[in-house]
């Protein structure tokens, strides 16, 4: 005789499971569709009258990090503080005196993109987020 067990509460089982994929779905359906819009950063004057940046626009929102890990790198282990980019202009490799020269208001600018794109920094670690007076 063999002792064969069968589920008798078919309709309790197939409810727990879509309450569970209900659940387990629900952050997905729940935000669809409701991004939050791009961030717009905010430049200085200087920044607009300037209109280019050490590299063009699309290298450095792809890439300011990694240059500003090499320009780390080369000013303290090289000693070399002068950077030439991709069109021949030299800038000085510096955070405080090049890049917050026109991105001075960093809750404005750094921390809109950071903020949306769910990164966290350590260049204010080491450095002041406002260097100069707003010029």
């Known amino acids: 005789m063999g002792n064969k067990k069968q589920i008798y509460d078919r309709g309790m089982v197939v409810a ?3 309450i569970f994929v209900i659940i387990t779905t629900f952050p997905f359906w729940y935000n669809h569709g409701k991004a939050s819009p791009v961030p717009e950063p905010e430049l200085t004057d200087r920044a607009k009258a300037a209109r280019e940046c050490v590299e063009p626009k699309s290298v ?3 890439k300011h990090m990694q240059l500003l ?3 780390r790198n ?3 282990r090289n000693g070399k ?3 030439v980019n991709s069109k021949g202009k030299s800038f000085d490799m510096s955070l405080s005196n090049t890049c917050l020269d026109c991105h001075f208001n960093k809750a404005e600018f750094c921390d809109q993109c950071h903020n949306y794109a769910s990164v966290k920094t350590y260049c204010w670690d080491c450095h002041i987020d406002n260097p100069k007076e707003i010029k």
């Open 16 to 18: 727990g499971l879509v």
């Open 60 to 62: 450095m929102r792809a």
């Open 69 to 71: 890990n090499v320009w």
């Open 74 to 76: 080369t000013v303290v």
């Open 81 to 83: 503080r002068v950077y």
